[in-house]
T-cell receptor, first 113, second 116 residues
Framework: GESVGLHLPTLSVQEGDNSIINCAYS??????FIWYKQESGKGPQFIID?????DKRQGQRVTVLLNKTVKHLSLQIAATQPGDSAVYFC????????????FGKGTHLIIQP | GAVVSQHPSWVICKSGTSVKIECRSL??????MFWYRQFPKQSLMLMAT?????????EQGVEKDKFLINHASLTLSTLTVTSAHPEDSSFYIC????????????FGSGTRLTVV
């Protein structure tokens, strides 16, 4: 079936560097995308979202890029900090609020001192 | 705002018994709640969607008679794992969607179920 996937399961970056986490999706009907951060033993924490009518959205230290042509989503984290260490998931939805989310496989971001 | 509370945070039960997990939206009315399951080092998988006052909709492969969902009010949904077995051990997470929630999907903190 259609799914959302990630290219890299683990990403290790130096503290202070920028990190980029990638995600590919296959459902062309997807119109809403969200990035979540999940720390061990906790529920997903919202980071940033983007709708299909946009190709870029910025938050505090984070930027999400959406390329609908190649069905690719990325999360950029600037000036990474130790607290950024977590598993990051992309998720997509194509049915509005009535439908649940389809999650990608997750990328474990490790921030090295 | 947009806080979802999940209880308990962890539970250990004996094989064959039933366990109930609660999901509450604390500061908004959740028209729809979702239940996910996450096995170790894996992603979240949607199990079912519940709407207040109606029967839950289950994803393919999820046994509705085993995972009973009740969405009795706009702020509470419960998931009951009936006749639990060790393979049901997992991290169960709920999320809620409500009209006043700033973020369309707010997640609870999850429940770690261990069946022994």
């Amino acid at each position: 079936g259609e799914s959302v996937g990630l290219h890299l399961p683990t990403l290790s970056v130096q503290e202070g560097d920028n990190s980029i986490i990638n995600c590919a999706y296959s459902n062309s009907a997807s119109d809403y995308f969200i990035w979540y951060k999940q720390e061990s033993g906790k529920g997903p924490q919202f980071i940033i979202d983007i709708r299909s009518n946009m190709d870029k959205r910025q938050g505090q230290r984070v930027t999400v890029l959406l390329n609908k042509t190649v069905k690719h989503l990325s999360l950029q984290i600037a000036a990474t900090q130790p607290g950024d260490s977590a598993v990051y998931f992309c998720a997509e939805n194509s049915g509005g609020g009535a439908d649940g989310l389809t999650f990608g496989k997750g990328t474990h971001l490790i921030i090295q001192p | 705002g947009a806080v979802v509370s999940q209880h308990p945070s962890w539970v250990i039960c004996k094989s064959g018994t039933s366990v109930k997990i609660e999901c509450r939206s604390l500061d908004f009315q959740a028209t729809t709640m979702f239940w996910y399951r996450q096995f170790p080092k894996q992603s979240l998988m949607l199990m079912a969607t519940s709407n207040e006052g109606s029967k839950a909709t289950y994803e393919q492969g999820v046994e509705k008679d085993k995972f009973l969902i009740n969405h009795a009010s706009l702020t509470l949904s419960t998931l009951t794992v009936t006749s639990a077995h060790p393979e049901d051990s997992s991290f169960y997470i709920c999320s809620a969607e409500g009209q006043v929630s700033r973020y369309g999907y707010t997640f609870g903190s999850g429940t770690r179920l261990t069946v022994v």
